[in-house]
């Protein structure tokens, strides 16, 4: 008894542990937040706070138009893209057959925003010449040509110097960074004439070598050399699928030990570069690593836009403006009326059902409550995620889920009590039979949140998302403070002596008969005689006939 009562107060020790540790982990991610999003309590999501809406249109040559399937392809690129910060609750549909309407909850931050603006097609480009960009109101800087790369036919592939024309040239020496227009759909089978993105370097580039839909996947790990050894730097992981290994081979068989800038091309977004990228060795089977003096962040930005960069068609930003609430304060308030509702009735169901026990359940609720609200609150305030209608919903519903739990537990102990066992000798047991079931019901509900987590998005994701948290809960909950209060509990006079308010009273539970072929004559009225039709139920043929043998009649 003694061994049971120190499980149980280590049990709730280790609770506490947790609960100071997630207070600690909220506050330092409130005190060591860079941007301000971070808070003690959760973010709301666009149909309780209301937000930011971007109208893209597709950027199209004359007299072109966008399918259904591009579309639908570009939505759910854009959705990978804004999801790449986490859970936002982010609303992306389609507009009249041709535009994509994203909606944000809050306002977004300048990565979100870039996500969503930078929406081109993405290239890549062999650079065919470069130079540093003109200064606005200074003379165009010469442009140094070999003279061996004058055409003298007609170019053969994306990376000849028979593009650069003298037209070509003229042009490129005149022409400005401010000049870089990213509404223009650049020609895939032409050279472009354009910029680096921070407008400090102009490049001429051929036609499209790789398109940007070859790339299957782009991750971030540490730099390494041509032996495999770490260099101490970052590098993006770039893997092709499609056409893209071949292409890529052959860009970098052409150009790879050439001289610079022909070593290099360039990865192209919103008709600026990216980044040149110099090939250092034949890729031939579309797996490569860029490198360049990355920072961990800065590897993890570019591996984001060539991750989710590879739209079928362009677009440009047709309309930004704020949106109000869809549903507001008032609806907020009526789902938390809601679940107040349906935590009273709860409470006052455990009080009525299982008397003095129903303050176990309440206290168990409380420590439930407790918990999601710092798990939610961390959450919102490092993987950003908001709280929708739909979100407390699954919180509600968690109310339920755990309410469950302590109705098995109890009905379990209430079993043993009934065979004739001692209360700790029936909480033991009962615990052992109850928390079983418990992790089977809940491993359903919790592979039901993620399966809908999986195959949902928006506000769907929200409720899945809340529901596999609680589910998870309820474990930690049952196992780390119902059960060990119990223990403790059961070390009192009020509950191991089944008062008839404790809800563990062994007659009022039908405990009649004291064990195998012992058995106390039950009272025949009001209760009794229930409790006496309990006893007889549960008789073996066994048992009743050693009842007959001591009493002289069969039972």
């Not at 032409?190 to 400090?200: E, F, V």
């Not at 001289?259 to 250092?280: G, H, K, R, W």
């Not at 519903?397 to 009934?418: K, M, P, W």
Request: hydrophobic letters at 45%.
């Amino acid at each position: 008894m003694a061994k049971a009562r120190t499980r149980g107060a280590r049990a709730l020790i280790w609770l506490g542990v947790l609960i100071v540790g997630l207070f600690g982990a909220n506050f330092a991610a409130v005190t060591f937040d860079q941007d301000g999003s971070a808070a003690w309590t959760p973010q709301l999501a666009l149909d309780l706070e209301g937000g930011t809406q971007i109208v893209l249109e597709p950027r199209l040559a004359e007299g072109a138009s966008i399918s259904q399937e591009q579309l639908e392809q570009a939505v759910a690129i854009i959705r990978q893209r804004v999801d790449a910060s986490g859970i936002s609750e982010t609303e992306i549909t389609t507009q009249g057959g041709r535009n994509i309407v994203v909606a944000l909850p809050g306002e977004p931050d300048a990565q979100t925003m870039q996500r969503i603006q930078a929406s081109a097609k993405m290239e890549f480009r062999p650079v065919l010449a470069s130079a540093q960009a003109n200064a606005p109101g200074s003379t165009p800087a010469p442009v140094e040509t070999d003279p061996a790369a004058e055409p003298t036919a007609e170019p053969e592939n994306a990376w000849d110097q028979a593009w650069i024309t003298p037209a070509l040239q003229s042009e490129f020496a005149a022409f400005m960074c401010s000049d870089v227009d990213p509404t223009e759909v650049a020609d895939p089978d032409q050279p472009l004439i354009t910029c680096s993105s921070d407008g400090t370097a102009r490049f001429i580039l051929g036609p499209v070598a790789v398109d940007g839909s070859s790339i299957a996947d782009a991750s971030v790990s540490a730099a390494t050399n041509s032996q495999g050894q770490a260099t101490g730097g970052w590098g993006v992981n770039l893997e092709l699928d499609g056409e893209g290994p071949e292409n890529f081979e052959a860009v970098t068989r052409a150009i790879t030990g050439l001289p610079e800038p022909t070593n290099q091309f360039a990865v192209v977004l919103d008709a600026a570069v990216l980044m040149p990228i110099t090939s250092n060795a034949i890729i031939t089977d579309g797996n490569a690593q860029i490198t360049g003096g990355f920072s961990q962040e800065g590897a993890q930005s570019l591996a984001d836009q060539l991750r989710f960069g590879a739209l079928p068609v362009s677009f440009q930003v047709q309309s930004n403006e704020t949106i109000s609430p869809t549903l507001g304060a008032n609806q907020l308030q009526a789902g938390l009326i809601a679940g107040l509702i349906g935590l009273l009735l709860v409470v006052a169901y455990s009080v009525f059902q299982y008397r003095a026990l129903g303050v176990v359940v309440v206290l168990s609720l409380a420590v439930a409550g407790v918990l999601t609200y710092l798990v939610v609150t961390f959450l919102s305030s490092t993987e950003g995620y908001r709280l929708s209608l739909a979100g407390i919903a699954g919180l509600v519903i968690a109310i339920g889920i755990t309410a469950d739990s302590f109705i098995v537990y109890f009905e379990r102990i209430r079993d043993e009590l009934r065979e004739g066992k001692h209360l700790t000798s029936a909480l033991e047991t009962g615990w052992k039979r109850a928390f079983r079931t418990i992790l089977v019901s809940d491993a359903v509900s919790f592979l039901s949140a993620v399966i809908l987590f999986l195959l949902s998005v928006g506000n769907v994701r929200g409720f899945a998302y809340t529901l596999g948290i609680t589910t998870f809960i309820d474990i930690v909950v049952v196992a780390l403070f119902t059960h060990p209060l119990l223990r403790l509990l059961a070390r009192t006079r009020f509950f191991s002596n089944g008062h008839p308010l404790s809800g563990l009273d062994p007659k009022a539970l039908g405990a009649v008969y004291l064990g195998r072929a012992r058995f106390r004559e039950p009272v025949l009225a009001g209760k009794g005689a229930k409790s006496a039709n309990e006893a007889q139920r549960r008789q073996t043929i066994a048992e009743r006939k050693a009842h007959a043998a001591t009493t002289g009649k069969e039972s």
